[in-house]
């Protein structure tokens, strides 16, 4: 007489990829918040940056002795070890 079989246990090779499908997505989903969040905090950088220069011109106006002149104006400036 032979012992009688035990049901097989473990996962399924069908079910092992649907939950490696199911992590990919997670993955995928976590690495495209993460992108979006470093390309959010680079252009909040620049843009604080960018308010600081201009606070500063408008010191340095408020501050010169002259009226500045009327009209555009355009340069370069260094700040924080940016240009």
């Known amino acids: 007489m032979s012992a009688p079989r035990r049901p097989a246990r473990g996962f399924t090779l069908l079910e092992v990829l649907v939950a490696l499908a199911i992590v990919v997505l997670g993955m995928a989903a976590v690495l495209g918040t993460l992108t979006s969040s470093a390309d959010t905090v ?15 011109q408008i010191a340095t106006v408020r501050l010169s002795v002259q009226a500045p002149q009327t009209g555009k104006s355009d340069g370069d400036v260094d700040f924080a070890g940016r240009k």
């Not at 680079?42 to 500063?56: G, H, P, Q």
């Open 42 to 56: 680079a252009y909040l950088r620049d843009k604080t940056f960018a308010n600081w220069v201009a606070l500063n």
